[in-house]
């Protein structure tokens, strides 16, 4: 069963503008990941937030998380062609000690 | 370095066949994960093992799920009989243990139950 829901479920944007993407987990976490996945191919971690930490950077990813909100946000800046693909969140679930995935958003980049 | 190697890449079969995937985590991590994709949809957890031990199966269908990480290593995935709401995609990850660890997926095996 999903842990965590996402949204939109598809954002599509021009080339050079940002895009931000939400997730909603239900449990307490330890930590909470962003993962991309191309279409037909496995996940690829792109960046953990721990649960002490309010924003987090990495390149032109920017991350969020609210664990008051149970809620974080993926924002990637100046959008490439390239990063058409679902992107989807994962909570690290304190106790249980496993990563449950979101329901995923799916962005269409325009070049 | 390999990265998590899963096989077959793709697999049709007759419902009410049996169906095993194979998976062969990065070396040294102890955690692997099976999850299970439907398309559109999040991975959604099946089992996670620590070394050989399954330490959480709750979300395995045991019916006709059953899975095995022999000297904590690779791992094998089976599925007897498959039925044909089992047609997904077989996602295997692994990790180093601990809470702030990354996930490590293979391309994963795509089943088509005909």
């Known amino acids: 069963s999903q842990q965590g829901e996402e949204d939109p479920q598809a954002l599509s944007i021009q080339e050079g503008e940002n895009a931000t993407m939400n997730c909603s987990y239900k449990?307490?976490?330890?930590?909470l990941q962003w993962y991309r996945q191309n279409s037909g191919r496995g996940l690829v971690h792109l960046i953990l937030?721990?649960?002490?930490?309010r924003e987090k950077h990495s390149g032109r990813l920017r991350v969020t998380l609210d664990t008051s909100k149970k809620s974080s946000s993926l924002l990637i800046t100046a959008s490439r062609a390239a990063d058409t693909a679902s992107y989807f969140c994962a909570a690290y679930q304190t106790g249980a000690n496993n990563l449950f995935f979101g329901t995923g958003t799916r962005l269409t980049v325009i070049p | 370095e390999a990265g998590v190697v899963q096989s077959p890449r793709y697999k049709i079969i007759e419902k009410k066949q049996p169906v095993a995937f194979w998976c062969n985590p990065i070396s040294g991590h102890n955690t692997l994960y099976w999850y299970l994709q439907n398309l559109g949809q999040g991975p959604e957890l099946l089992i996670r093992?620590?070394?050989?031990?399954?330490?959480?199966d709750s979300q395995l269908p045991k019916d006709r799920f059953s899975a095995e990480r022999l000297k904590g290593v690779d791992s094998t995935l089976k599925i007897q009989p498959a039925e044909l709401g089992d047609s997904a995609v077989y996602l295997c990850a692994s990790s180093l243990f601990g809470e702030n660890t990354e996930a490590f997926f293979g391309q994963g095996t795509r089943l088509t139950v005909v």
């Open positions: 937030i721990r649960s002490n930490e």
């Open positions: 449990t307490s976490i330890n930590n």
């Open positions: 093992y620590e070394n050989e031990e399954a330490v959480d």
